[in-house]
Nanobody
């Protein structure tokens, strides 16, 4: 079993930056692909970014490409999401997730473990 705990959310002005962290416990996630998803009120959950188990590849939603960077430190069992140039439309609850398959990283249904989320609010 894997427990994921997100942190680093908060209130920031448009154009600002935040770094989210996702700390895993229970077992190592070094063999898992890790993803970030977000869900805004009244909207469906959407894929944000994912990183391969060894950090050798990453993938981003078009809406965040060039602004967000996903990284991982397997020694610390932690995944990060650096968010720069934040926009009001980035406001959402952000979740990290762990899954086995890189080929299905866009699909939230394919992830095995989820955190509880951390709120990000971007003011205009």
């Amino acid at each position: 079993q894997v427990q994921l705990v997100e942190s680093g959310g908060g209130l920031v002005q448009a154009g600002g930056s935040l770094r989210l962290s996702c700390a895993a416990s229970g077992r190592t996630v070094s063999s898992y692909c890790m993803g970030w998803f977000r869900q805004a009120p009244g909207k469906e959950r959407e894929f944000v970014a994912a990183i391969k188990w060894n950090g050798g590849a990453s993938y981003y939603a078009d809406s965040v490409k060039g602004r967000f960077t996903i990284s991982r430190d397997n020694a610390k069992n932690t995944v990060y999401l650096q968010m720069n140039s934040l926009k009001p439309e980035d406001t959402a609850n952000y979740y990290c997730a762990a899954g086995r398959s890189w080929s299905t990283v866009l699909a939230g249904s394919e992830y095995d473990y989820w955190g509880q989320g951390t709120q990000v609010t971007v003011s205009s």
